[in-house]
């Protein structure tokens, strides 16, 4: 299997044609703000001497913090462009970062076998794959954990739709960041509230705890507020 063309083209788009300033993506957030807390909800069920594979990395600003949290990180994007940006802002040369598509499971297999168990960490990539994707993103997830690793997910809830449709009703029309989305063709928010769980579960992945959090954006409504789109977490286990 294989993602769209669309799909395919669409995150080569907006990333192509995103700069390298940080934050200019939508959900490029600080990682005080992300994978800080993340990995505090995170790290009691992880053996951080495995590495860590985080997907859907885009410009790895949170790869980048990972990687001082466990033995090793690597990225992972569909977009090669996301990966020029990853690779060019990682100066320092803390983790690595590979192109590749989370539902060639053939790719995926490729890359357990070159580092082993892994945890994960994926934020907010399920929801918006195109719908007969997500059961093998899901696939990939219990791949690369084995038997040791675990993994975090965090991903929007429907609730998420609302807040960016309201944003998107100021006066001006949606805000810079949130129209690249839009004029790229990305779909945030798409799956329900049912879906997700049910393809983790189909994946093979058992759910050690969970809870409601909210995803921090880097755009504001016209009045100052920050966008933070709610969003459900779950650290899971491959059974």
Request: with cysteine; aromatic share 6%.
């Amino acid at each position: 299997m294989d993602v769209s063309q669309r799909y395919r083209e669409a995150w080569e788009g907006f990333w192509s044609a995103t700069s390298d300033t940080p934050g200019e993506a939508i959900w490029d957030a600080a990682p005080s703000l992300s994978a800080v807390p993340h990995s505090e909800l995170f790290l009691p069920y992880a053996d951080i001497s495995l590495p860590v594979a985080d997907l859907g990395c885009g410009n790895g600003t949170q790869t980048r913090y990972l990687a001082t949290r466990f033995s090793r990180a690597v990225g992972v994007d569909l977009s090669h462009a996301a990966i020029g940006h990853a690779r060019r802002a990682d100066s320092e040369g803390v983790a690595e970062f590979v192109q590749l598509d989370l539902v060639d499971a053939d790719a995926v297999r490729a890359l357990h076998e070159r580092i082993g168990d892994a945890n994960v960490y994926m934020r907010a990539v399920i929801h918006q794959s195109d719908p007969e994707a997500r059961p093998a993103v899901a696939a990939a997830v219990a791949t690369l954990l084995g038997k040791h690793g675990r993994a975090f997910v965090a991903e929007l809830t429907p609730a998420s739709k609302a807040v960016l449709e309201q944003a998107a009703q100021g006066p001006d029309g949606p805000p810079e960041k949130l129209r690249r989305v839009f004029e790229h063709g990305l779909k945030p928010a798409s799956a329900s509230e049912e879906e997700l769980p049910r393809v983790l579960r189909a994946a093979g992945l058992t759910t050690l705890d969970s809870g409601d959090t909210a995803l921090p954006q880097t755009e504001h409504l016209p009045d100052g507020t920050r966008i933070d789109l709610p969003a459900r977490w779950f650290v899971l286990a491959a059974r």
